[in-house]
């Protein structure tokens, strides 16, 4: 059930989900991760550290618990934890990367821990390849609409992060600044949506704001 609930962005649902499921099991390492997610998803890091800490406790090769704790504490500075635990993280990534298997961290997150190339590289292509094999079975239908006289040209940005978080800080204000009688902005967002007045400044500086969540 918290699985479900966390699909559809309703959190704090599935942290109480999570939370009874405890209270049944409560030596599932699974469960304690995916209630870090959730808890760090909503702003608690101090729960989200405590579930990412129990689940690695509980199951020490849980990778990515390692890799999300870690992620956690570069976060929010926590220096001195984090240089063991770095260390074991390169150590699951180094033996995904050897076994041809997609490492847990994120390109992104490897790109911000180590500037090296050749390591960076290697970590994006597993993950490409994992991201193009899992959509291989999908079939999308597209249905061509007659082509529009106004000579506009419609622009789509797509994002998780069109809320709260230091992307919308950034990119907030380009939405307005396309001239609208050359240009039509939609944007796509499949994050979660927290009311911020980032979110309600992008939804009022483009033409269509699309919530993809709500499409299967």
């Known amino acids: 059930l918290g699985n479900a609930y966390q699909c559809v962005g309703k959190l704090r649902k599935a942290k109480s989900s999570y939370q009874n499921?405890?209270?049944?099991?409560?030596?599932?390492?699974?469960?304690?991760?995916?209630?870090?997610?959730?808890?760090?998803?909503i702003g608690e890091p101090k729960e989200a550290e405590a579930g990412f800490k129990k689940a690695l406790e509980l199951k020490p090769d849980y990778e990515s618990a390692c890799a999300s704790l870690v992620k956690l504490w570069i976060q929010h500075c926590a220096w001195e934890e984090l240089a063991p635990l770095s260390h074991r993280l390169d150590d699951f990534t180094s033996t995904c990367l050897r076994l041809g298997r997609r490492p847990a961290e994120t390109p992104f997150q490897n790109l911000i821990r180590h500037c090296d190339p050749e390591l960076n590289q290697k970590v994006a292509r597993h993950w490409s390849s994992y991201t193009a094999s899992s959509i291989q079975h999908i079939t999308l239908s597209h249905?061509?609409?007659e082509k529009k006289t106004d000579g506009k040209l419609r622009i789509g940005y797509i994002s998780n992060n069109f809320r709260n978080h230091p992307t919308s800080d950034l990119v907030s204000g380009i939405f307005a600044q396309h001239c609208r009688e050359r240009y039509e902005i939609f944007c796509y967002h499949y994050g979660i949506n927290d009311g911020s007045r980032q979110r309600k400044r992008i939804e009022q500086s483009?033409?269509?704001?699309?919530?993809?969540?709500?499409v299967n």
């Open 21 to 41: 499921a405890l209270k049944i099991k409560d030596d599932h390492p699974v469960i304690f991760f995916n209630l870090g997610v959730v808890c760090n998803s």
């Open 206 to 214: 483009c033409e269509r704001f699309i919530e993809l969540n709500a």
């Open 143 to 145: 249905h061509l609409q």
